[in-house]
């Protein structure tokens, strides 16, 4: 079993950053790839990001290119997606998965923690 706690979320304006943070435990070997997926109200989850074991391979959906970064630190189990110059349109709660295989489909990810809510707004 892989448990994983994400923090960092809250209330920001247009144009400002934030940085999520996940923190993995237990069985963290069987989840290589992290990812980060988002839900906003009335909408289907939608994958954001996912980082390889290696942090050498990174993918991020069309909408957060150049705007959002995944990164990872194996030492301390944790994944982070620092945000950008964040719109409204990223207002979500943003939900920490893992997996075994690099994919865009929540069903590609086995394991999800609980999630922390974004607000952008003015």
């Known amino acids: 079993q892989v448990q994983l706690v994400e923090s960092g979320g809250g209330l920001v304006q247009p144009g400002a950053s934030l940085r999520l943070s996940c923190a993995a435990s237990?069985?963290?070997?069987?989840?290589?790839?992290l990812g980060w997926f988002r839900q906003g109200s009335g909408k289907e989850r939608e994958f954001v990001a996912s980082i390889n074991w290696s942090g050498t391979s990174t993918y991020y959906v069309d909408s957060v290119k150049g705007r959002f970064t995944i990164s990872r630190d194996n030492a301390k189990s944790t994944v982070y997606l620092q945000m950008s110059s964040l719109k409204p349109e990223d207002t979500a709660v943003y939900y920490c998965a893992g997996g075994y295989r690099t994919g865009g489909r929540p069903s590609d990810y086995d394991y999800w923690g609980q999630g922390t809510q974004v607000i952008v707004s003015s």
């Open positions: 237990g069985r963290t070997s069987s989840t290589p790839v």
